[in-house]
Each structure stands twice: as C-alpha cells, then as structure tokens.
C-alpha cells in the first residue's frame, strides 16, 4: 500500500523554497548532462532528502509526516502482534525514525552498513520480540531471511524497483507462514512522487 503523506506546512515551506533553487541549477546543468551527471544527481539526492525531513540537509527544523505516520503504523502493528522491518536508504533518517519510535515505548532492533555486530544483531531480532527492525537499504540487501517480521515500510521511494523487491522479499520467503503487508511512505508533491512515476 502507498501512503501518500501530506508534508507538515513549516516543511512544505522549506522544501518548496529548495524546489526552486535546485530546479534552477539542474535546468542550467542540463545542457551538458555527461560533464554534470554528479552534481545533477546531488540536487536530486538533496531534494530526497529534503523529502523526509529539512535538517537532513541542513536547513532547519520541521515535524516530519513520515515520522509521525511511522510511529502510528508501529503502534498500531505492534498491539495486534505483528513485527515490521522499517527500511530507509538514509542512516541519518532510519536513525531519527528509530529514535522517535523508541520515545513512543516500542522496542527496535537496528542495523546498517556500519554495524559491527551484524550476526548477533540479526540473530537478536529473530529471537527476542522487538516489534520493529530498522534496516539499511544497504545492509538490508542479499541473504537476509527475517521471516518473523509481517509487515515492511518504506520510508523512501527508491529509484530501482528490483532492490526496493529484494529489501522486501527478506520478509516474504519460504518459511513466512503470514500474508506480508508492505506500506510505502510517499511524501505528496514532491520529487517522491516523480521517482514513483518513473519506476
């Protein structure tokens, strides 16, 4: 299921004021797409960003839709017994996300490219019954089987559907006796939803 979450106003604000300015470089860069792929892919990395929260990418504080809607799907999940897998590309939000909804009285598992522990961390989720397990995209990627999680979210949209199906088939595999539910999180009218279109 999509869920397609209007950002708060405050946000709205900034990323719009980002919008234009970014619009603006990538319009100019365009011309020579070879010689500026990078810094055009940056502006659209940044907007991403912008997407899920402003202090990302530094510029300012705002309450984030996605957070918030997080917390209520975890909520919710959790009273009726389910475990999800939450799933972000971006440490620094899946970090913020699991923050909040630690703050909100559910345990949490968590797990990126950096973590050093990665076996027991994995074998800890599997056995305990934390109802959430907050997973890199990078991390999340081959040979992870986590059966006991029912539920995926999506924080972000990610440009390839093939990676966004693996990241979600570490719950849907032989073994998983439940229907998987998975719940994208799409903030309106930004660059999430033309990376959406685009897949």
Do not use: C
């Amino acid at each position: 299921q999509d869920l397609v979450l209007d950002l708060h106003p405050a946000h709205r604000r900034i990323y719009d004021r980002r919008l234009t300015r970014e619009r603006q470089k990538v319009l100019g860069l365009a011309e020579d797409m070879n010689a500026n792929r990078f810094e055009i892919f940056r502006s659209l990395t940044l907007l991403r960003q912008l997407a899920l929260a402003p202090d990302l990418v530094d510029e300012g504080e705002a309450p984030s839709a996605k957070i918030d809607a997080l917390v209520e799907l975890l909520v919710e999940a959790s009273a009726e017994g389910h475990r999800a897998l939450v799933l972000s590309q971006f440490t620094r939000f899946l970090a913020r996300a699991r923050a909040a909804v630690t703050e909100a009285g559910i345990a949490s598992a968590y797990l990126d490219g950096s973590t050093t522990n990665r076996a027991a961390v994995i074998d800890g989720f599997r056995t305990g019954d934390a109802p959430a397990f907050f997973v890199s995209l990078k991390a999340g990627g081959v040979g992870l089987n986590l059966v006991e999680a029912d539920y995926v979210i999506l924080l972000d949209p990610w440009w390839n559907p093939a990676v966004e199906a693996q990241a979600i088939d570490r719950a849907h595999r032989i073994g998983q006796t439940r229907p998987v539910i998975v719940y994208r999180l799409v903030a309106k009218g930004t660059i999430e939803e033309k990376v959406m279109a685009l897949k």
